[in-house]
């Protein structure tokens, strides 16, 4: 990942990638050691792009042979929760409004113990050791969205009963209207 950043001209992201496969994958943060994948498996991936410290971070469980049977659920409720987010990142909205759209669908799904209390944060141009930026998306942050702001929306899912992780995120430009996808045009889940 590393190597296509500088290739394309970019920098060291804010902060290390975060890659956990296994039950590691639910810990959606960095952990140090290393294990080999399971011919059935999950791993969580965030990283950024970066060009002159300005950050487009990407977050994405990845299916390694056969789903857990709550992989393709949880991905539906992820897509439709980040669908609502994306509805209300838009000029004069709240981060409160913005993280309201992620628990109620989330919320409606049965999901509200395995989801996260934010959803999402502002992206900058950053140093490390975070590239997260303030406002967060949490519930009734009053911060009003405007035009040219940069923000990164993350739907998490963490099972710890059933041990699966479900993450979806991508980072949008908010423009006159609505927000503009940056990144990951490709929103399926990924199965290898």
């Given at each position: 990942?590393?190597?296509?950043?500088?290739?394309?001209?970019?920098?060291?992201?804010?902060?290390?990638?975060?890659?956990?496969?296994?039950?590691?994958?639910?810990?959606?943060?960095?952990?140090?050691?290393?294990?080999?994948?399971?011919?059935?498996?999950?791993?969580?991936?965030?990283?950024?792009?970066?060009?002159?410290?300005?950050?487009?971070?990407?977050?994405?469980?990845?299916?390694?042979?056969?789903?857990?049977?709550?992989?393709?659920?949880?991905?539906?409720?992820?897509?439709?929760?980040?669908a609502a987010c994306e509805a209300e990142l838009k000029?004069?909205?709240?981060?409160?409004?913005?993280?309201?759209?992620?628990?109620?669908?989330?919320?409606a799904r049965r999901l509200s113990r395995h989801r996260?209390?934010?959803?999402?944060?502002?992206?900058?141009?950053?140093?490390?050791?975070?590239?997260?930026?303030?406002?967060?998306?949490?519930?009734?942050?009053?911060?009003?969205?405007?035009?040219?702001?940069?923000?990164?929306?993350?739907?998490?899912?963490?099972?710890s009963e059933s041990r699966t992780a479900l993450c979806?995120?991508?980072?949008?430009?908010?423009?006159?209207?609505?927000?503009?996808?940056?990144?990951?045009?490709?929103?399926?889940?990924?199965?290898?």
């Amino acid at each position: 990942m590393h190597g296509a950043i500088f290739s394309a001209g970019g920098d060291y992201p804010g902060n290390e990638f975060i890659i956990g496969s296994g039950d590691d994958a639910l810990l959606c943060r960095y952990k140090s050691g290393r294990r080999k994948l399971s011919r059935d498996d999950q791993i969580t991936l965030e990283f950024a792009g970066v060009s002159r410290h300005y950050h487009a971070a990407i977050m994405r469980t990845h299916v390694v042979g056969r789903p857990k049977p709550l992989h393709a659920p949880y991905h539906a409720a992820a897509l439709e929760a980040l669908a609502a987010c994306e509805a209300e990142l838009k000029p004069g909205r709240s981060a409160g409004d913005v993280f309201a759209a992620h628990a109620r669908v989330l919320d409606a799904r049965r999901l509200s113990r395995h989801r996260l209390n934010a959803c999402g944060y502002s992206l900058g141009a950053k140093f490390t050791p975070s590239w997260m930026d303030a406002p967060m998306f949490y519930e009734r942050n009053d911060f009003v969205v405007a035009r040219d702001q940069v923000y990164f929306l993350h739907m998490i899912l963490m099972d710890s009963e059933s041990r699966t992780a479900l993450c979806l995120g991508r980072t949008y430009l908010v423009g006159v209207h609505h927000a503009e996808p940056l990144n990951a045009p490709d929103l399926d889940l990924v199965r290898k």
